[in-house]
């Protein structure tokens, strides 16, 4: 994660550096989502019969040589757009299907009554991460891409490494194995299980209402991933750093709320509701904190912290704790490509609208309607949504 953060805020940098445009950066963005929208779907599918732990650790490997590679590549001074555009997709590919691999594997690992406290450590190393941005600003600015590149390559060599050394029992291969269709090759038992997937899905009204909702919120967050950067950039003589000082406020609020839950536990009567409270606040807060003088701005985005992690370990540890061991990979594919269907719906959007509408009215009128379709997926959904967010684990 270190050496993520440290490599992909330097290539946005560079991205915005060689094409000085806003569109280009949307495609930029686009061209890391876009394999998650088949990506999970197939890997999900296969995940459910396959070593979770294997797929983790062979995608380590690879990203760690492809990472070398294009390192390599910029050294010798020959750089081609496309062909980054076309590192990224491949990038995105493993990234997503990783994820969907991570999620599904992660929650074997977590004892019984244990998974907020275990998602709120994996918050924390996730916020502790993203410290190395402001470092690849920095060094950016210093020694350029390849180098940094390298380091992320290393740093996922050594991932791999050590995670092959992770000791778990995967019960539901087995499980899995013995409902095979009888007479159907690899590929099409896949889609039988994506099938019945999806059916699986279609039947849990609960997790409906939450997918339909974190559609929209990753719609939105895509157009805050394509907005608000360059319009730091655009606004500020020396932007960039001011946004890493402005979104440091959102990591402090983050880490603080993962130190929160790890010492807490939210009592389980109580988790639907500060789940709901805290979707429309910070989709408020991420609306209109750009309209504000930096101290303002400052403060809603630790709050946005605060509130997004929140949410996020009250959804994933009760989705993940109510989703059988066998169906994981499915939910979590179709869970990731819905999300990723949101987010290039946003990028894509807001890239386009830039050109005629304000940054920030685009930033506000998304996240507004973020407010409303919490109110009417999570809150008009209360009877089954809060069967799963206030479930005891």
Known sequence: MFGNELAGFAMSL????????TLLYAIFLAAFTLPQLFAPLISGAFLDR??????????????????????????TGWFSFPVFIIYCLVLGTIQST??????????LLITEGNYQKAYSIATVLE????????????????IGLAPLLIVDGVSFLIAAVIETRIKA??????????????????????FLDLKEG??????????????????ISSACGGVSDVIVLPYFKN???????????????????????????????????????????????????????????????????????VGGVTGYTIRVSATQSYVPDEKKGR????????????TLVGEFASGALSKVVPERIILMSAMLLCAVCAAIFIGGGKKHVAMIYNRIE
Not at 14 to 21: I, W
Not at 127 to 141: G, R
Not at 268 to 288: E, N
Not at 331 to 342: D, H, P
Request: charged residues 15%.
């Open 198 to 215: 999806f059916r699986y899905f279609a039947a849990e009204k609960g997790l409906l209402a939450i997918a339909a909702y974190f559609v």
């Open 98 to 107: 990783y994820i969907v691999a991570y999620d599904s594997f992660y929650p």
């Open 127 to 142: 916020t502790l991460a993203v410290v190395m941005v402001p470092v690849a600003a920095f060094l950016y600015e210093k």
């Open 235 to 305: 606004t500020f003589e020396n932007g960039q750093y001011w946004y890493i000082f402005v979104m440091a406020f959102e990591l402090i609020g983050r880490a603080v709320g993962g130190l929160f839950h790890y010492k807490i536990k939210i009592p389980a009567k109580d988790r639907y509701r500060v789940a709901l409270v805290g979707y429309i606040v910070i989709s408020l807060c991420g609306g209109f904190y750009l309209f504000f003088p930096f101290p303002v701005m400052m403060a809603l985005c630790f709050i946005i912290g």
């Open 14 to 21: 560079m991205v915005l550096d060689v094409s000085g445009s």
């Open 169 to 190: 029992e995967e019960h539901y291969i087995e499980k899995q194995r013995q409902t095979q269709t009888q007479g159907s090759g690899p590929v099409h038992q896949i």
């Open 50 to 75: 396959f070593s979770r732990k294997k797929t983790i650790y062979t995608l380590d490997f690879i990203s760690a040589f492809l990472d070398i590679l294009m390192a390599v590549i910029i050294f």
């Open 331 to 342: 939910f979590n594919g179709a869970f990731s490509m819905l999300m990723t269907l949101g």
